[in-house]
């Protein structure tokens, strides 16, 4: 059964960094695209990087562009969202989601987010206060 299980959250200060990890099982990551998504309180649910090793394809949000990115690790299944310069409208639940496919679709851009499609994780709640 495939599974994702996010973890690293956590709350850290404006300006500070944080690493979230996404682990992948019942499935291998080695192929298929994985995006990162996030849900701040009150607001819809919103996909900010898609990465696909398969056709290189990749998606990322103007709300973290040059402050965020992704990253995996193919023998460990597991992949990674690096979050840099982090501001207070940074705070959210934090999940991992793939669609199965090879490419990153408007699956990983488009609202509102298919939460009924493909394998999700339970999140991870990220708090940026001073």
């Known amino acids: 059964q495939a599974q994702l299980v996010e973890s690293g959250g956590g709350s850290v200060q404006p300006g500070g960094s944080l690493r979230l990890s996404c682990a992948a099982s019942?499935?291998?990551?080695?192929?298929?695209?994985i995006g990162w998504f996030r849900q701040a309180p009150g607001k819809e649910r919103e996909g900010i990087l898609c990465?696909?090793?398969?056709?290189?394809?990749?998606y990322s949000a103007d709300s973290v562009k040059d402050r965020f990115s992704m990253s995996r690790d193919k023998d460990r299944n597991m992949a990674f969202l690096q979050m840099n310069s982090l501001k207070p409208e940074d705070t959210a639940v934090y999940y991992c989601?793939?669609?199965?496919?090879?490419?990153?679709?408007?699956?990983?851009?488009?609202?509102?987010?298919?939460?009924?499609?493909?394998?999700w994780g339970q999140g991870t709640q990220v708090t940026v206060s001073s």
């Open positions: 989601a793939t669609d199965f496919g090879l490419s990153c679709t408007s699956y990983y851009s488009a609202q509102p987010v298919r939460q009924d499609v493909g394998s």
């Open positions: 019942g499935f291998s990551l080695r192929y298929y695209a």
């Open positions: 990465t696909s090793p398969s056709d290189g394809s990749r």
